[in-house]
């Protein structure tokens, strides 16, 4: 079974930089797509960003630019740094496996000043 783990969240102010981390277990994901998900409260849940097998990256508009998704196979670790964070992007924010359904716990990333 697919476990992912995330963490990295935090409050930062608004211009800032976080960098969220999951980790996952159950399954190496050397050949899965590998994604970032996010919910703001009373908003459904969100694509990000997502990064295939061979390295190929997508991001959502409000992402691009700002946030950059990677992966560390060896660690079976998939990153989010994102800089100059805006309020707007305040939520927890979730990584994925694509093609099965299971989800983390999520982090929480606030930006407030």
């Known amino acids: 079974q697919v476990q992912l783990v995330e963490s990295g969240g935090g409050l930062v102010q608004p211009g800032g930089s976080l960098r969220l981390s999951c980790v996952a277990s159950g399954r190496i994901i050397r050949f899965d797509t590998m994604g970032w998900f996010r919910q703001a409260p009373g908003k459904q849940r969100e694509w990000v960003a997502h990064?295939?097998?061979?390295?190929?990256?997508n991001y959502a508009d409000s992402a691009k630019g700002r946030f950059t998704i990677s992966r560390d196979n060896a660690k079976n670790t998939v990153y989010l740094q994102m800089n100059s964070l805006k309020p707007e992007d305040t939520a927890v924010y979730y990584c994925k496996m694509f093609g099965f359904s299971s989800w983390g716990q999520g982090t929480q990333v606030t930006v407030s000043s």
């Open positions: 990064i295939s097998s061979g390295g190929d990256t």
